[in-house]
């Protein structure tokens, strides 16, 4: 068996991965990130990403500075309400229903923004999302519900900025390369992995290890025996090669298990899309609008509230709603006014939609009771309240007498052409994962850290409960790869 050596190995290449390298390189180490998928599938679930961090700033002259792209925003045009590092706390409490990880939540929050700021002097490029996070009020384009920064190019460009950046500085990647298991030193403290790759098994030794391989989303096995019955049949939105692994083993090893294990991130996703996350369409595929509209399964009912909160804290639970409805689909649905807001993902080429001139013939042509469609809809239209309609706040424009209630943006589904997507549940992370101090250690069972192992990233549990932020993912990636880089490269040096 051959081997090689490093002072910090990586597992994973997405952008937790990446950051920790990137942490690591800067202490001095050489520093190998191992990938599981070949070059051309490189990226994990980042690849497929909108590329959205949430942190926080004061207002929209606090995150030009980290801006590359302003299009045709300006603080004379537009308007971006203070987040602060309260707004983002008491959200990872609320959408959790206050089980997030107090420790763990505070790194989180208090690095956001200097951590967006280190990506940045590494070569990720920022914008602002201008197109699908701003509506027009009173003549200014006001930014809305905290998801306010993305990278240019998206996940796709996220990551070939994270590979261009590894590869200028002298970081190793190497792809094809399966974590099979861990390296042991003479006293316990684990000293590399061992890789199963095309030309046989290696061990890449590291004086310290960095998991950042992603969960157990895309193992149909593990999402039925973790999340419950019915699991194994949603999509995957993102990496075929997240199969939970390198996290099992972590497991085996002594480490502990922390956070939500029966919970998901999981979206609305195109009916008709595969199995696994496309490469090309990535996060286009999503189907976020539903907050302007209403929701239905087959039966012709709706079975949420659809706008109880903004999208940006929603969008992440809806996926599991409906995959308990019968079949595991729904429709959304829209008439020419609420189709006025739809995000721009709903117009890309290849979408599957249907649209009438009447409810009756759209459920015909959706499969679904027409007369149960149409009850539905004017049991909806009968409890909408004649308030103002404003997106950019939660309004309260809401309906009454009716179950279940739309709390807010509810308007009457009157006026055609209507026009229904049909979708189904794509699962984007697991939650359940690694328990790890603010250092990124990972932790033993007695809350010691196992030594040489670090984690960051999706395999990570703790922060998340049946719900989240949307862009609090990546930017627990970097927060944390960051400061599992850096626990690394000195744990080597001590070695």
């Known amino acids: 068996m051959t081997s090689e050596s490093y002072d910090v190995v990586v597992v994973g290449a997405g952008n937790a991965a990446f950051s920790a390298a990137h942490a690591a390189r800067e202490e001095g180490s050489t520093v190998c990130v191992l990938e599981k998928a070949p070059e051309a599938e490189l990226g994990?679930?980042?690849?497929?990403?909108?590329?959205?961090?949430r942190t926080t700033y004061d207002g929209l002259a606090d995150v030009m500075c980290i801006v590359d792209d302003p299009g045709d925003v300006s603080t004379d045009t537009h308007e971006l309400p203070s987040y602060t590092k309260d707004d983002f706390a008491a959200d990872m409490r609320r959408v959790t229903k206050g089980r997030t990880d107090e420790q763990l939540t505070r790194v989180l929050v208090e690095n956001s923004f200097t951590t967006l700021q280190w990506l940045h002097r590494h070569g990720i490029k920022f914008k602002l999302q201008s197109d699908n996070q701003v509506f027009e009020v009173n003549g200014k384009k006001r930014f809305w519900g905290g998801g306010t920064i993305a990278v240019v190019?998206?996940?796709?460009g996220l990551i070939e900025q994270h590979l261009s950046a590894a590869?200028?500085?002298?970081?190793?990647?190497?792809?094809?390369?399966?974590?099979?298991?861990?390296?042991?030193?003479?006293?316990?403290?684990?000293?590399?992995?061992?890789?199963?790759?095309?030309?046989?098994?290696?061990?890449?030794?590291?004086?310290?290890?960095?998991?950042?391989?992603?969960?157990?989303?895309?193992?149909a096995r593990l999402?039925?025996?973790?999340?419950?019955?019915?699991?194994?049949?949603?999509?995957?939105?993102?990496?075929?090669?997240?199969?939970?692994?390198?996290?099992?083993?972590?497991?085996?090893?002594?480490?502990?298990?922390?956070?939500?294990?029966?919970?998901?991130?999981?979206?609305?996703?195109?009916?008709?899309?595969?199995?696994?996350?496309?490469?090309?369409?990535?996060?286009?595929?999503?189907?976020?609008?539903?907050?302007?509209?209403?929701?239905?399964?087959?039966?012709?009912?709706?079975?949420?509230?659809?706008?109880?909160?903004?999208?940006?804290?929603?969008?992440?639970?809806?996926?599991?709603?409906?995959?308990?409805?019968?079949?595991?689909?729904?429709?959304?649905?829209?008439?020419?006014?609420?189709?006025?807001?739809?995000?721009?993902?709903?117009?890309?080429?290849?979408?599957?939609?249907?649209t009438a001139d009447s409810i009756k013939d759209l459920a015909e042509k959706m499969e679904v009771d027409p007369d149960a469609l149409c009850a539905t809809i004017d049991e909806f239209n009968a409890g909408v309240q004649e308030t103002p309609f404003d997106p950019t706040v939660l309004d309260g424009k809401r309906t009454v007498g009716v179950n279940p209630p739309k709390s807010n943006w509810a308007r009457k589904i009157i006026e055609p052409p209507f026009i229904a997507f049909p979708t189904v549940?794509?699962?984007?992370?697991?939650?359940?994962?690694?328990?790890?101090?603010?250092?990124?250690?990972?932790?033993?069972?007695?809350?010691?850290?196992?030594?040489?192992?670090?984690?960051?990233?999706?395999?990570?549990?703790?922060?998340?409960y049946e719900n989240y932020p949307g862009g609090s993912g990546l930017m627990s990636g970097a927060v944390f790869g960051y400061r599992a880089g850096k626990s690394a490269a000195a744990y080597s040096k001590s070695r």
């Open 44 to 53: 994990g679930n980042s690849y497929f990403t909108l590329g959205s961090f």
């Open 153 to 156: 190019g998206g996940g796709i």
């Open 167 to 219: 590869k200028n500085s002298g970081i190793v990647v190497k792809t094809e390369h399966r974590m099979v298991g861990f390296q042991q030193g003479p006293t316990g403290e684990v000293s590399g992995v061992v890789c199963q790759t095309p030309s046989g098994q290696k061990v890449i030794e590291g004086k310290s290890v960095v998991l950042a391989s992603g969960g157990f989303e895309a193992d």
């Open 223 to 354: 999402r039925a025996t973790y999340l419950g019955p019915g699991w194994e049949t949603a999509r995957v939105r993102g990496s075929r090669y997240n199969t939970g692994e390198a996290l099992m083993a972590a497991l085996d090893y002594g480490a502990q298990s922390f956070g939500n294990w029966s919970g998901a991130h999981a979206v609305a996703w195109d009916k008709n899309a595969g199995v696994f996350g496309n490469r090309v369409l990535t996060n286009k595929l999503q189907r976020h609008s539903y907050p302007f509209g209403i929701m239905v399964n087959t039966d012709g009912r709706r079975f949420i509230d659809e706008a109880s909160d903004f999208r940006n804290y929603t969008y992440a639970m809806v996926g599991a709603a409906i995959l308990r409805q019968p079949g595991g689909v729904a429709f959304q649905i829209f008439d020419k006014q609420g189709s006025g807001m739809l995000r721009t993902d709903y117009g890309h080429e290849g979408i599957t939609r249907v």
């Open 425 to 464: 549940c794509a699962i984007t992370f697991t939650y359940g994962g690694l328990r790890v101090d603010t250092d990124a250690r990972v932790l033993d069972q007695r809350d010691q850290p196992v030594p040489g192992l670090h984690a960051a990233g999706e395999v990570v549990g703790g922060l998340f």
